[in-house]
């Protein structure tokens, strides 16, 4: 069975500065989907960026990069220039067949964001 | 379409009671979701639909548990017999179910708890 694990149950960083979010999974397959999903206070779960394992370049969306090692079975989320609205759980998620299947969470990672 | 909607927001139950909670999704998503999340922790698989058909449920979802899609449409999760280890965020989530397509919508959950 596929497991993701964040070692990290929390983090802070300063308005402005650069945080990275650890995770490590753990697959059989080849091919296979990884995802870090943002989870504010009392709302809903939100995509942050998503990567194919069969992509070697590592997926980008404005402050949010990721690095991807597939041997290693790492896939850490980088953010840039951290924002007091970045404060939240972030999930990291695998998914065997992206869209079409359900989706392994690790436990989360929470975030606080200090002015 | 205002995204997936979760019905009730809250839901305080005596144990042994039985409760239902309803999820609709996005109108053209075939694939619904149900997750279980309790403090602490990530979003745990319970069951998932293409359409009205039930294709997996998880090993979590007791034979007190039950969900059902007629009609394709929304979804009901129905707990019965409710225990306290079944206080949790209920979440529901849909997409289109294409492997490429990989844009789930969650809703913003159901908190049980169980008294």
């Known amino acids: 069975a596929q497991t993701v694990t964040q070692s990290q149950p929390e983090m802070s960083v300063q308005e402005a500065e650069t945080v990275t979010l650890s995770c490590t999974y753990d697959?059989?397959?080849?091919?296979?989907?990884l995802f870090w999903y943002k989870q504010p206070p009392s709302r809903q779960m939100i995509l942050v960026i998503r990567?194919?394992?069969?992509?070697?370049q590592n997926a980008t969306e404005n402050r949010f990069s990721v690095n991807f090692q597939k041997a290693a079975k790492s896939f850490s989320l980088k953010i840039s220039d951290s924002q007091l609205g970045d404060a939240a759980m972030y999930f990291c998620?695998?998914?065997?067949?992206?869209?079409?299947?359900?989706?392994?969470f690790g436990k989360g990672t929470k975030l606080t964001v200090n002015p | 379409d205002t995204g997936v909607s979760q019905d009730p927001r809250h839901k305080i139950t005596k144990r042994g009671q039985n409760v239902t909670f309803r999820c609709d999704p996005i109108?053209?998503?075939?694939?619904l979701y149900w997750y279980r999340q309790t403090l602490g922790q990530g979003p745990e698989f319970l069951t998932y639909?293409?359409?009205?058909?039930?294709?997996?449920k998880s090993r979590l979802l007791s034979d007190r548990f039950s969900a059902e899609r007629p009609k394709g449409s929304f979804s009901t999760l129905e707990i019965q017999r409710t225990e306290q280890g079944d206080s949790a965020m209920y979440l529901c989530?849909?997409?289109?179910?294409?492997?490429?397509?990989?844009?789930?919508?969650f809703g913003s959950g159901t908190r049980l708890t169980v008294v």
């Open positions: 989530a849909s997409n289109l179910g294409d492997r490429e397509n990989y844009g789930y919508t």
């Open positions: 998620a695998y998914s065997r067949e992206g869209g079409s299947e359900k989706l392994v």
């Open positions: 109108s053209e998503h075939n694939r």
């Open positions: 639909f293409q359409n009205e058909a039930q294709l997996e």
């Open positions: 697959t059989s397959e080849s091919d296979y989907y």
């Open positions: 990567q194919e394992a069969y992509k070697q």
